[in-house]
């Protein structure tokens, strides 16, 4: 069964950083990309970014680029969401799952991020 769990979600002051985890199983983790995605207040779920561990390559939605950093550990099946210069359009519930060609499935429970003063 493929699962992700999310942690490392809270609540920062504008201007502040963060760093998500998602442990990854159940499926083999070099197989997939992996990203995040986020649903925030009054809109659907959107994509934020992907990386596939078996070459690095990365995408990053342009309201996220230059601050968010996404990582993979592939010996420990987790990838990582380093997000920096948080700002309030930033705030809502952060998700993992695997991306493949720009579509998200199998996301799990997701945690929280609320950056507010």
């Known amino acids: 069964e493929v699962q992700f769990v999310e942690s490392g979600g809270g609540l920062v002051q504008p201007g502040g950083s963060l760093r998500l985890s998602c442990a990854a199983s159940?499926?083999?983790?070099?197989?997939?990309?992996i990203g995040w995605l986020r649903q925030v207040p009054g809109k659907e779920r959107e994509g934020v970014t992907c990386?596939?561990?078996?070459?690095?390559?990365?995408y990053y939605r342009d309201s996220v680029e230059g601050r968010f950093t996404i990582a993979s550990d592939k010996g420990k099946n987790t990838v990582y969401l380093q997000m920096n210069s948080l700002i309030p359009e930033d705030t809502g519930v952060y998700y993992c799952?695997?991306?493949?060609?720009?579509?998200?499935?199998?996301w799990g429970q997701g945690t929280q991020v609320t950056v507010s003063s």
């Open positions: 159940g499926f083999t983790f070099d197989d997939y990309p």
């Open positions: 990386v596939r561990s078996s070459d690095g390559s990365t």
């Open positions: 799952a695997k991306c493949v060609d720009g579509r998200y499935s199998d």
